[in-house]
């Protein structure tokens, strides 16, 4: 049994979620908690869950999704994990200033492991495939759990819509290809759980969406 808690976060409106199982193990996965009141509200939660952190992932570089790893560093020793591809992104402050304008002095956690999307993501008595879905950026990923049914898709697929693709490293034609070869493929009932807005289904975005066909 899963259970999926959701945290908005920073001035993106940036979905972090903290995913967990009855073993009490947990994944954060996307921790864009830029103010304190964010990260605190992370902490709150996994404090009164009772639930020891394990990974951090990444599903892809971009800074809104990363804005909270020192802080998840600092409090619970573990490094974000991205795709080598998506490696050269993780510089917070110089995205920032490419992408927005703006420079920020930010600490800059650590990298830890290289998601290998051979690899699975293992939790308790759980496990999330790494499916690459690239278009969004080079390595952007999807989490995908079978035994539940649950997708992250990052900034690949929102409800009724899809990320942008004229970022660094951004193509048009793979982002078609991860959402029609890849997400497509999925089970209709899969619950999709996207980088900003709310959550949807695959059955409902093959059907409705647009860019899936």
Same mark, same amino acid.
């Not at 490094?79 to 795709?83: A, F, I, S, Y």
């Not at 830890?112 to 993501?121: A, Q």
């Not at 950026?137 to 995908?144: C, E, K, P």
């Not at 093959?206 to 066909?213: A, E, I, R, S, T």
């Given at each position: 049994?899963?259970?999926?808690?959701t $945290?908005?976060?920073? =001035?993106?409106?940036e979905?972090?979620?903290? =995913?967990s199982?009855?073993?009490?193990?947990?994944v954060?996965?996307?921790?864009?908690?830029?103010?304190?009141?964010?990260q605190?509200?992370?902490?709150?939660?996994?404090?009164?869950?009772?639930?020891?952190?394990?990974?951090?992932?990444?599903?892809?570089?971009? $800074?809104?999704?990363?804005f909270?790893?020192?802080?998840?560093?600092?409090?619970?020793?573990l490094?974000?994990?991205?795709?080598a591809?998506?490696?050269?992104?993780?510089?917070?402050?110089?995205?920032?200033?490419?992408? =927005?304008?703006?420079?920020?002095?930010i600490?800059? #956690?650590?990298t830890?492991?290289?998601?290998?999307?051979?690899?699975?993501?293992t939790?308790?008595?759980?496990?999330?495939?790494?499916?690459?879905?690239?278009?969004?950026?080079?390595?952007?990923?999807?989490?995908?759990?079978e035994?539940?049914?649950?997708? $992250?898709?990052?900034?690949?697929?929102?409800?009724m819509s899809?990320?942008?693709?004229? $970022?660094?490293?951004?193509?048009?034609?793979?982002?078609?290809?991860?959402l029609?070869q890849?997400? #497509?493929?999925?089970? #209709?009932?899969?619950?999709?759980y996207?980088?900003?807005?709310?959550?949807?289904?695959?059955?409902?975005e093959?059907?409705?969406?647009?860019? =899936?066909?």
């Open positions: 049994m899963i259970k999926i808690k $945290f908005v976060c920073n =001035m993106l409106q979905n972090c979620y903290v =995913m199982d009855e073993t009490n193990e947990a954060i996965i996307d921790c864009g908690a830029f103010y304190p009141e964010e605190q509200a992370i902490a709150d939660y996994i404090e009164r869950e009772q639930l020891t952190p394990v990974r951090l992932i990444a599903t892809h570089g971009h $800074f809104d999704h990363n909270g790893n020192s802080f998840v560093w600092h409090r619970y020793g490094k974000p994990e991205v795709t591809e998506d490696l050269p992104l993780m510089d917070i402050r110089r995205q920032m200033r490419s992408m =927005m304008g703006m420079d920020y002095e600490e800059q #956690a650590p830890g492991r290289l998601l290998n999307t051979k690899d699975d993501v939790f308790g008595s759980h496990r999330l495939r790494v499916l690459p879905t690239p278009g969004h950026s080079r390595g952007s990923v999807t989490l995908y759990c035994a539940e049914h649950v997708a $992250f898709t990052g900034d690949t697929l929102f409800r899809i990320g942008r693709t004229d $970022f660094e490293g951004g193509s048009w034609s793979e982002m078609c290809n991860s029609k890849v997400l #497509a493929a999925l089970p #209709a009932d899969t619950k999709v996207p980088g900003h807005g709310p959550l949807t289904t695959i059955g409902e093959v059907q409705y969406n647009p860019y =899936m066909h």
